[in-house]
Structures are given as structure tokens and as C-alpha cells.
């Protein structure tokens, strides 16, 4: 039986880690509805499959979301190494379902693709959702890119590294302000308390990220987990930053290999491109090479660079283990709260 995990505002738990511009001028076409394609020619092997008509990328967030802003320069880029045309969509709701729904409604010819995130994997587990369907009905073809997860406190306050605020943690029970309960951050906060053997910490939940980071700055939560782009603008600082290499914009801040942690450094929300299963083998192809392209471009590596982004093209088989080792953890880390049935496999 699903649970009302919205109504949650607070837990207490000790676990262990299981685990964001227009396209070129003629090359994308903004549309505010799903627009349907015209019927396609699905034939092609790996080598000679090319689009013969527009290939439509659909956003699960609003216009201006992390992933919609990623598929954006996704196309602006790649208007300098292809004449397709892409339309770019944006069909919000239900975690990401409703535009799942949409792209699985579409012939699997490879001309409807959707653009996800690790959000949409939480939200269906939390939910207990049909992952046959709504995870391997597609095939995930490219994680384009990591924005790293990052623990952040107020830039007044007194806890400046990862020690600081375990000494804290360890001294009694803490408050930490985020999205939603059985979202993304929320787990990552689960796995990180985990290994870090924090066992006395509470997750309010907030309707939104800035709302979650407006209650920290303002002394309601000792921190929050987010991605270290959070803090620009804000009176916020990052103590730790989940990634391997320390990031060019935040030079003095540690990772987690550096504290003794080296595992909690893969925590990252990916940002990736899937199409409905069995489209043809050539499209995949074809997609897959077009994003080495725009991986290996200056401009794309720049503006994520900048954004404290890290890029790459991760493809299919190394794409869908991720993928795996999400569910997996997701999975235990709410069945052992008692959030999701202990029955439910996906």
C-alpha cells in the first residue's frame, strides 16, 4: 500500500549507505504542448540511420528546471554538428510521469526522446510505481552530466568542514531543511547520515529547495543537501562537496575522499536522454554520437564548468547500472523506514 509521504514532516533514523538557452537559428522550436510526429521511417542500421523528420525532446520541468536548462544548450550545441531539428517540450506533473507517459505513447522510432534526472527514479520507488514500465519501457542512452551533491550550513555559522558538523550531529539530535520527504536529496541525506553514523537527525520537509534553503539560513535546520550552485546569491556556504576532483569554483572546499569518505563522492543528481525500448539500434547510434560531440565542445564543457557541473557521456550499459543501483538503494532505505511496502520490488 502506497504511503502518504507527503504528510511526513519529520524523521529520525539510523542507516547504512547501500548506495540546468535556445537552440541555433532553424535548429529548435519551442512548443508548449507534446506535438505528435508524423508517421517514421524506422529502418536504418548503426551506421546510416539519420532523422528524416523533427526529433522532439521532452522535459519532465517547467521551462527554466535544471534539465530543461541542460537540453536546451544540448541543442544549441549540437546545431553545430547536425542540420536536425529539434523541438524542445516541456510537459511537468506527477514526478515526471506525465511526460513518460507521452514519449511511451509514441512509436519507438526514435523521434520522441525523454529527458530525465535521478529525481524521476525516487519519486517512482517512493511512490511504488511500475518500474517495468516506467524505467525499462525505455532505454537510457546518454547521462550527460553530474551535479554533484553538497551539504551546506549558513555562511555565519560556526561549523566550517565535514568534522564541524559531525562533532554537532554526534552532540545531540539536529534539524536539516529540504524538498520533499522520498525525494532525491532526501535519500541522498538517508545514504550520507548513513555512512557518516549519523543517528539522530531529523528531515523537515519544505515544499521547495529555496524554501528548504530560506528555513536553514534562517536558523530553522543546522543544514541542507543540495548541489553547490545553491549557495550563489544566498547566505549559504558548502562544507563538503560530493566529487572526485575538487571543483574549479570552489577551490577550498573538500570532498568527501579527502574527510575519509570516498564512496559518498558518487553521489550526484545525473542528467541523462532515454527512448521508448526497441527504438532502432541506428538512432541510438546516431543519438549516442552526437552527444560525444557536444561532450567534447568547448562552449558545452564551459557553461557547466561554470555552473559546477561536471560533463561527460556515459551510454547505455554503464547509464542503466546507475540506474540500477538506485533502485536498489532507494528501495532499502525506505522499506527499512517503513515508507513503502515491504513487499514492493519495483
Not at 523528420?53 to 547536425?82: H, L, S
Not at 545553491?230 to 556556504?237: A, P
Not at 561536471?310 to 542503466?320: A, G, I, L, S, Y
Request: charge should be negative; include cysteine; proline fraction near 4%.
Amino acid at each position: 500500500m502506497k504511503k502518504a509521504l507527503a504528510l511526513l514532516l519529520s524523521l529520525t533514523m539510523a542507516l547504512s549507505l547501500t548506495g540546468c538557452g535556445s537552440g541555433g537559428e532553424g535548429k529548435t522550436v519551442e512548443t508548449s504542448q507534446a506535438a505528435g510526429g508524423e508517421a517514421a521511417d524506422t529502418s536504418g542500421t548503426d551506421t546510416d540511420w539519420e532523422p528524416s523528420q523533427p526529433i522532439t525532446i521532452m522535459n519532465y520541468v517547467k521551462a527554466g528546471g535544471g534539465m530543461d536548462i541542460a537540453t536546451r544548450k544540448f541543442v544549441e550545441i549540437a546545431a553545430k554538428y547536425t542540420d536536425a531539428t529539434f523541438v524542445v517540450d516541456n510537459t511537468p506533473g506527477a514526478g515526471g510521469m506525465t511526460a513518460m507517459e507521452y514519449v511511451l505513447s509514441q512509436p519507438a522510432d526514435g523521434y520522441t526522446v525523454f529527458a530525465g534526472t535521478v529525481s524521476n527514479v525516487a519519486y517512482l520507488v517512493a511512490n511504488e510505481e511500475d518500474l517495468e514500465k516506467y524505467i525499462w519501457g525505455f532505454q537510457w542512452i546518454d547521462d550527460i552530466m553530474a551535479d554533484p551533491y553538497s551539504v551546506m550550513v549558513p555562511s555565519g555559522s560556526d561549523i566550517n568542514t565535514l568534522d564541524d558538523l559531525l562533532a554537532e550531529c554526534k552532540a545531540g539530535a539536529t534539524v536539516w531543511c529540504g524538498p520533499s520527504t522520498g525525494g532525491a536529496k532526501h535519500l541522498a541525506a538517508l545514504q550520507l547520515w548513513g555512512a557518516l553514523g549519523i543517528e539522530n537527525a531529523t528531515w523537515v520537509p519544505f515544499e521547495s529547495g529555496p524554501d528548504a534553503l530560506l528555513a536553514v539560513i534562517g536558523g530553522q535546520g543546522i543544514a541542507s543537501v543540495g548541489n553547490p550552485g545553491d549557495v550563489e546569491g544566498k547566505d549559504l556556504k558548502n562544507i563538503v562537496i560530493a566529487t572526485g576532483e575538487k571543483l574549479e569554483k570552489y577551490p577550498d572546499v573538500t570532498n568527501f575522499a579527502d574527510c575519509g569518505y570516498p564512496d559518498l563522492d558518487e553521489l550526484n543528481m545525473w542528467r541523462g536522454f532515454a527512448v521508448k525500448d526497441g527504438t532502432p539500434a541506428g538512432m541510438v547510434t546516431w543519438f549516442q554520437n552526437l552527444v560525444d560531440q557536444v561532450t567534447a565542445d568547448e562552449e558545452w564543457q564551459k557553461f557547466f564548468a561554470d555552473n559546477s557541473i561536471v560533463v561527460f557521456n556515459k551510454t547505455t550499459e554503464e547509464f542503466e547500472a546507475i540506474i540500477r543501483d538506485n533502485i536498489t538503494n532507494y528501495i532499502d532505505i525506505l522499506k527499512s523506514l517503513e515508507l513503502i511496502d515491504a513487499s514492493y520490488e519495483g
